[in-house]
């Protein structure tokens, strides 16, 4: 909505903030207000916020209404002190009158200075009514019809005078030789009036009313000739300006060519996202991710809030990637020094990078699957060396090793010379030699059906150090057990005679044996179904020292329990010993005692078939603190549930901007869930989730939390200067962190 260029000019020369204030106005829609606001950006323009169902009319009429108590509050911030609001042009009388047609057009400059109407004609003939700033409609309705025939009047010897002075044409000469610009006359149907406008290609771009003549034209054009000259000259000064200092970089949402960047980007809609993201994609170009609803308003707002952030990052993007073409150019180069052959193993579970020197002399290079040619090239050219000594050590160990071979061979062969005996086992399936030692301390040496004796006993000469590493482990593990089982044999009737009694239980898909202890004292010992007996024997004996002191741990604490039992009993009555009541569920397949709460407090207590009452009373009363504080918990929650609704979701949304401006800070998004782990929490984003719980909560605990939540977007932690913060704006926090702890049960 833009002001008449003749207005535009009167008012800037009254105040010139008055055109940036009142001259156009943008219009930004949200679906979270419910009321209608005014304010500026930073170059000036006024922006009115209102709900995204409100018509063009309201907003109008709320612009009208509103901006003079707001403009007067705008010049008393920034110290002037002239207030004038001018309205647009129009030819009917104010008030919504528009079945009166007025003979002229006029505008209203309201002031709070002045203390009469008055009417001055202006030199494109609009007719200018100033009035005090408290003026009502109906006075100055009243004034025009008074002063119509005068004001038309006037009107006519205005025009006349200035035919009069106005140069005569030459013959064949029309308007637009006498004045300094071109123009293109464009008429529509639906406008009032005439007015101008400067394009890139340097025209004056002229719009008039379908009725207008072309001598109404050309005298709007000669007797507003210098305004509109001084229009384009300001215009061209503004375009050259920009281009000089934006040069080739992409304009800002919306297409505003005034609000420049120095990067390119496009904007990506998605309907699933719920805030703005910048990424860099692979072209260089960055990808403004945002919400399918998200307006041009909103995207020039994340830019230009994020601008500084996001160059940082396109600029430590591009110095990463220019590093990563020189170090890739780099091993391209110091791949042909490489004094060997390698090939590369991936693998998607491995994590870290592994050279192994195979026995042809080529490095195996096991990777993960994510990384390059040039990373791998990397690798190796930084562990060269490394590779070189393994090389060379593998070198002089096989000349080592043929050199034994030759001595064996000279001294009478090599199988004589090996200090054990070997028997070979062909296999026609198989490709290659292996060597086992069986547990009886012989050697087999399995081969394929066609290898030579030759190649028999070079494999074996090469593995002679592993063998007899091997049988000396083995020589010793049976010395082990032939010594345990001559001690077992000693402890055997030990172990017939323990102090308690065990029952085996088989299963097939135990691994291990195991030994559990039951409520009636009694041992169960679960084993897997291929386990001996000695094995079960000897584990239990081992186990024994434990198996007693957990038995009499056992009896002593059932014995203590009975003891408070009888002695709660003795003080209170047996039917006051606990403050609850319990149901007694028996189930023949039950192992173990249990306690269940049922919803509305009811205690289930479910006992195998054999259970005496005396000895679930004995486990009831153990745990009755566990019980009672279940009980407890319950009986809060279901009080909280019980609650009536305080606060709706709009109303913490609401609260929680509200206590974030007076803190200074803005989160990026606010969110009400349904949890079961946390009152309210911020994180690293600047997201702040509520629980729904606190709408049923008083406002100062739900301010509190608000208040904690808000603190940590400046402290991510609970440090003292942390507290020092929540304290400044909660004098009460401890006593509402408090009732939170008592009450936490509503969330669990």
Not at 401 to 418: D, F, P, T
């Amino acid at each position: 909505m833009k002001m008449h260029a003749d207005e535009a000019e009167a008012v800037q020369e009254k105040g010139g903030v008055i055109k940036q204030l009142f001259g156009e106005y943008t219009i930004v829609r949200s679906n979270e207000r419910k009321t209608m606001s005014m304010g500026t950006l930073p170059d000036g323009t006024m922006t009115v916020q209102v709900p995204t169902d409100a018509a063009n009319a309201e907003i109008q009429e709320f612009v009208l209404d509103t901006r003079l108590e707001w403009m007067e509050k705008y010049f008393q911030e920034k110290g002037a002190h002239k207030v004038e609001e001018r309205t647009y042009k129009k030819r009917y009388l104010p008030g919504g009158d528009t079945g009166r047609r007025l003979p002229f057009e006029y505008v209203i400059v309201r002031s709070s200075k002045r203390k009469s109407i008055t009417a001055i004609l202006n030199q494109d003939g609009t007719v200018e009514i100033r009035v005090p700033a408290a003026s009502t409609n109906s006075e100055i309705r009243d004034f025009l019809l008074a002063n119509k025939e005068s004001i038309a009047e006037d009107i006519r010897k205005k025009k006349a005078r200035r035919r009069s002075e106005m140069p005569e044409a030459a013959p064949g000469e029309d308007a637009g030789l006498r004045l300094p610009f071109e123009y293109v006359t464009v008429r529509e149907r639906n406008r009032e009036k005439i007015s101008v406008s400067w394009q890139s290609s340097g025209a004056v771009k002229v719009r008039a009313p379908e009725t207008a003549s072309d001598s109404d034209i050309e005298d709007f054009l000669l007797s507003n000739k210098k305004r509109i000259e001084r229009y384009i000259n300001r215009q061209k000064v503004k375009k050259n300006k920009k281009k000089k200092s934006t040069g080739r970089t992409g304009a800002s949402a919306g297409g505003d060519i005034r609000r420049r960047l120095p990067f390119e980007y496009v904007v990506v809609r998605n309907s699933r996202r719920k805030k703005m993201d910048a990424i860099l994609n692979p072209d260089g170009i960055m990808e403004i991710r945002v919400p399918e609803a998200a307006t041009d308003f909103e995207i020039w707002t994340f830019l230009s809030n994020n601008k500084k952030n996001i160059e940082d990052y396109i600029g430590k993007h591009k110095a990463a990637e220019q590093k990563r073409r020189e170090e890739a150019a780099t091993m391209a180069k110091t791949n042909k020094r490489l004094p060997f052959e390698y090939v590369v193993v991936r693998n998607s579970r491995r994590k870290y990078m592994f050279a192994k020197l195979l026995p042809d002399g080529m490095v195996e290079v096991r990777a993960p699957e994510s990384v390059t040619d040039a990373d791998v090239k990397k690798f190796l050219f930084e562990h060269l060396e490394q590779i070189k000594n393994i090389a060379n050590e593998k070198k002089a160990a096989d000349q080592r090793e043929q050199a034994a071979k030759a001595e064996a061979i000279a001294k009478g062969g090599i199988r004589k010379n090996l200090p054990f005996k070997y028997v070979t086992v062909r296999n026609g399936s198989r490709s290659d030699m292996a060597v086992f030692v069986k547990p009886d301390d012989s050697v087999e040496v399995r081969v394929p059906v066609t290898a030579t004796r030759a190649e028999i006993e070079d494999f074996v000469f090469r593995h002679r150090k592993w063998v007899e590493y091997t049988l000396r482990k083995q020589k010793a593990i049976n010395l082990k057990k032939q010594t345990d089982r001559a001690r077992t044999a000693s402890q055997k009737d030990a172990r017939r005679s323990l102090p308690f009694e065990y029952k085996v239980v088989r299963n097939d898909r135990r691994k291990n044996i195991g030994i559990f202890l039951q409520q009636d004292d009694s041992v169960e010992v679960r084993v897997p179904t291929q386990a001996t007996r000695a094995e079960i024997e000897d584990f239990v004996f081992e186990q024994r020292s434990w198996v007693e002191d957990n038995l009499r741990k056992q009896k002593a604490r059932r014995l203590k329990i009975r003891a408070d039992r009888a002695r709660a009993t003795r003080q209170e009555g047996a039917h006051k010993s606990l403050p609850f009541e319990y149901e007694t569920i028996r189930n023949d397949r039950r192992k173990t005692t249990a306690v269940v709460i049922q919803p509305h407090g009811i205690v289930e207590v479910r006992a195998p078939m054999g259970e005496t009452d005396e000895d679930i009373a004995d486990f009831v009363f153990s745990r009755r603190k566990w019980i009672e504080d279940r009980l407890r918990k319950q009986k809060v929650k279901e009080t909280v549930e019980r609650l009536p609704v305080r606060w709706t979701y709009d109303d913490l949304i609401e609260r929680t901007k509200a206590i974030a401006k007076k803190m200074g800070f803005s989160p990026s998004d606010i969110v009400i869930k349904t949890v079961n782990s946390y009152w309210g929490r911020c994180d690293s984003s600047g997201t702040i989730s509520l629980n729904e719980a606190l709408t049923k909560m008083p406002g100062p605990v739900v301010d509190y939390v608000i208040i904690h939540e808000i603190s940590h977007l400046k402290y991510m932690n609970h440090s003292t200067k942390f507290w020092v913060m929540v304290a400044k704006y909660c004098k009460d926090y401890l006593k509402h962190r408090r009732w939170l702890k008592e009450n936490m049960y509503a969330v669990d």
